[in-house]
């Protein structure tokens, strides 16, 4: 079965400043996608970026970008440039191809913005 | 594109009484939804698929005579709570896939908090 560990509960960043949310997974697929989706406070689930398992090179996405590394079955965030409006909850997901687009979340990351 | 609306926000019941919530795909045709149940400061724990004109698919542990799901058509899913306890109150969030290809992501409502008194 596929797991997804986010290793840190709570991250602190000032306001302009870069911050890595860590995302470590497990599984024996060789074919599977990786998502991040922020979570604000009033619930809504906003996708942010996507990394397929054969994709070479790093998903970027605006101020988003994945940091891929297949060999050590990591997919960490990079937020550049942080604003106040990125404080929230953030999960990293996996989905195997052929398990009918289930998502598997992580126990996600909340991230604080200081101004 | 891609909006999922999830209907009501929130819902306080009583013990003993059934809720229904709502999921809608409002510009596309999603022949699967999920439902996903959260705790708070906790993770998305996937509870079942719902499959347009078929029975949905429950998660192992989830009881589908407790929560009943309904997928009559390509746009709607429903999610019925019955004879709710307040062990059953919690955050409910429903998702959609929009059919344009594996590497889509799930595009999910708002959510739904309901609580049992």
């Known amino acids: 079965a596929q797991k997804i560990t986010q290793t840190q509960p709570g991250m602190f960043v000032q306001e302009k400043e870069a911050v890595t949310l860590d995302c470590t997974y497990d599984?024996?697929?060789?074919?599977?996608?990786l998502f991040w989706y922020k979570q604000p406070s009033s619930g809504e689930m906003i996708f942010l970026i996507y990394q397929g398992s054969y994709d070479e090179q790093n998903a970027t996405e605006g101020r988003y970008s994945l940091n891929f590394q297949k060999a050590r079955k990591s997919a960490n965030l990079v937020i550049s440039a942080s604003q106040l409006g990125d404080s929230a909850m953030y999960f990293c997901a996996m989905r195997l191809r052929g398990s009918n687009y289930k998502l598997t979340f992580g126990k996600g990351t909340l991230l604080t913005v200081n101004p | 594109g891609a909006v999922v609306s999830q209907h009501p926000s929130w819902v306080i019941c009583k013990s003993g009484t059934s809720v229904k919530i709502e999921c809608r795909s409002l510009d596309f045709q999603a022949t699967t939804m999920f439902w996903y149940r959260q705790f708070p400061k906790q993770s998305l724990m996937l509870m079942a698929t719902s499959n347009e004109g078929s029975k949905a698919t429950y998660e192992q542990g989830v009881e589908k005579d407790k929560f009943l799901i309904n997928h009559a058509s390509l746009t709607l899913s429903t999610l019925t709570v019955t004879s709710a306890h307040p062990e059953d109150s919690s955050f409910y969030i429903c998702?959609?896939?929009?059919?344009?290809?594996?590497?889509?992501?799930?595009?999910f409502g708002n959510g739904t908090r309901l609580t049992v008194t």
């Open positions: 998702s959609a896939k929009v059919p344009t290809g594996d590497t889509s992501p799930l595009h």
């Open positions: 599984t024996s697929d060789q074919s599977y996608g």
